[in-house]
């Protein structure tokens, strides 16, 4: 137990569904952060917020659309995905960009398939 | 090229040691971190190591830093099955005025009888 919940676990939907994941963590991090990680790529890193501030976006396509309510809260809102979208879509949280020691605490992950 | 490389694979047999290899790019960082992640779950930090540091050990975990070299290594004394799982190397650059992590692929290390 990491402290960083992600719900659902896993998910399946069609191609026009629109859907959410959704990442809690109890750590009282300020950080937050979406990675992807597909089978034989590296860890890709989506979305990074800081105090609720979207402070990264790399170049991710526009049907993944973050949004952080709080500092404790992180919503993936998902929309007329494409089969190559379907892999492990990760949570993390750490205590702060501006430190050195800025370790991430993971969550289990949402196992997302597209059909 | 990638900013962090490990090689994708590692088969021991049980008992034996375990030692997986990784080079980084950015001098600039301070930490640098060990991640495990079994099937099915997220990423669980395992150890790390502070720059002005050449070793750390923790309990079977053996961490060497060669900074120079920009290396970084694991070992793993007596590798269990349950040691089985994908292991992250990770850095944390300093840009843009912020710490983000930057890891590895991974290295898949498979321990058999």
């Known amino acids: 137990e990491t402290g960083v919940t992600q719900t659902p676990r896993h998910l399946v939907m069609g191609m026009t569904n629109k859907k959410s994941l959704k990442c809690e963590q109890h750590l009282g991090h300020n950080a937050m952060y979406w990675y992807k990680q597909s089978a034989k790529k590296p860890l890709e890193l989506m979305f990074v917020?800081?105090?609720?501030?979207?402070?990264e976006n790399n170049s991710v396509p526009s049907r993944f659309s973050p949004e952080c309510p709080n500092s404790s809260h992180l919503f993936l809102h998902l929309h007329t995905l494409q089969p190559e979208d379907s892999a492990l879509y990760l949570c993390?949280?750490?205590?702060?960009?501006?430190?050195?020691?800025?370790?991430?605490?993971f969550g289990p992950g949402t196992r997302l398939t597209v059909t | 090229g990638e900013d962090v490389e490990q090689s994708l694979f590692l088969s021991v047999r049980e008992g034996d040691s375990s030692v997986i290899n990784c080079t980084y790019t950015?001098?600039?960082?301070?930490?640098l971190y060990w991640y495990k992640q079994e099937p099915g779950a997220g990423l669980q930090l395992l150890t790390y190591i502070f720059s002005n540091m050449d070793m750390k050990q923790d309990q079977r975990l053996t961490v060497l830093l060669n900074k120079k070299d920009k290396h970084l290594s694991l070992r793993i004394a007596d590798t269990q099955t349950g040691d089985s799982a994908i292991y992250f190397c990770a850095e944390i650059p300093f840009s843009g005025g912020s710490y983000i992590p930057t890891f590895g692929r991974g290295t898949s290390l498979i321990v058999h009888p």
């Open positions: 917020y800081s105090l609720e501030e979207r402070v």
């Open positions: 950015d001098s600039s960082s301070t930490y």
């Open positions: 993390a949280s750490s205590r702060d960009l501006g430190e050195a020691g800025n370790e991430q605490y």
